[in-house]
T-cell receptor
Framework: GQNIDQPTEMTATEGAIVQINCTYQ??????LFWYQQHAGEAPTFLSY??LDGLEEKGRFSSFLSRSKGYSYLLLKELQMKDSASYLC??????????WGAGTKLIIKP | ETGVTQTPRHLVMGMTNKKSLKCEQH?????MYWYKQSAKKPLELMFV???????ENNSVPSRFSPECPNSSHLFLHLHTLQPEDSALYLC?????????????FGPGTRLLVL
């Protein structure tokens, strides 16, 4: 079967750095997405990785290792507004998105 | 208006009611999606439309009936729902299904079935 694993919840301190991991086992691979979802709001697109390596976008970076079936989202200089759920999703060989259950990130002052 | 909009934002209905959820996208996309989001579970894809044609129906019960009159509008007709159907229903759109373009989501309809 197809499976996406990410931690259920993480806590970090304002101003710090946090890494949210995602491991996947899917039928084929056509890229990995990260989305941010604030409580009661729509998921919003953060990043897309299809090649190995690190993609940096401001305070957020996303890393992919296809051989390990592994990705992480790195958030730097954490702000209170970064408190949200972070969803990992993989595009399989049929171009269908397989979603993880999301990681709830709690930022403390 | 920009992005993806959904109405209503909240809906309470009895098991014998009939209601419809509406989604509209202003992004010029060709693909539209319905998802169900339940607490602490992955997003469940329900239906996919590409260029107004339904391309995916993930074994969704017939009490959920989608309609896509054009590439900008998507409806989900609901009737004789069960309490376990209570969830957040999200609509999304993308440039095209079957491609690696990101999906853009609406704010969702929070549905409670009594």
């Amino acid at each position: 079967g197809q499976n996406i694993d990410q931690p259920t919840e993480m806590t970090a301190t304002e101003g710090a750095i946090v890494q949210i991991n995602c491991t996947y086992q899917t039928s084929g691979f056509n890229g990995l997405f990260w989305y941010q979802q604030h409580a009661g709001e729509a998921p919003t697109f953060l990043s897309y990785n299809v090649l190995d390596g690190l993609e940096e976008k401001g305070r957020f970076s996303s890393f992919l290792s296809r051989s390990k079936g592994y990705s992480y989202l790195l958030l730097k200089e954490l702000q209170m507004k970064d408190s949200a759920s972070y969803l990992c999703a993989v595009l399989d060989s049929n171009y269908q998105l397989i979603w993880g259950a999301g990681t709830k990130l709690i930022i403390k002052p | 208006e920009t992005g993806v909009t959904q109405t209503p934002r909240h809906l309470v209905m009895g098991m014998t009611n009939k209601k419809s959820l509406k989604c509209e996208q202003h992004l010029g996309h060709n693909a539209m999606y319905w998802y169900k989001q339940s607490a602490k579970k992955p997003l469940e894809l329900m239906f996919v439309y590409n260029f107004k044609e339904q391309t995916e129906n993930n074994s969704v019960p017939s009490r959920f009936s989608p309609e896509c009159p054009n590439s900008s509008h998507l409806f989900l007709h609901l009737h004789t729902l069960q309490p376990e159907d209570s969830a957040l229903y999200l609509c999304a759109s993308s440039q095209d299904s079957g491609t690696p373009f990101p999906q853009y989501f609406g704010p969702g309809t929070r549905l409670l079935v009594l």
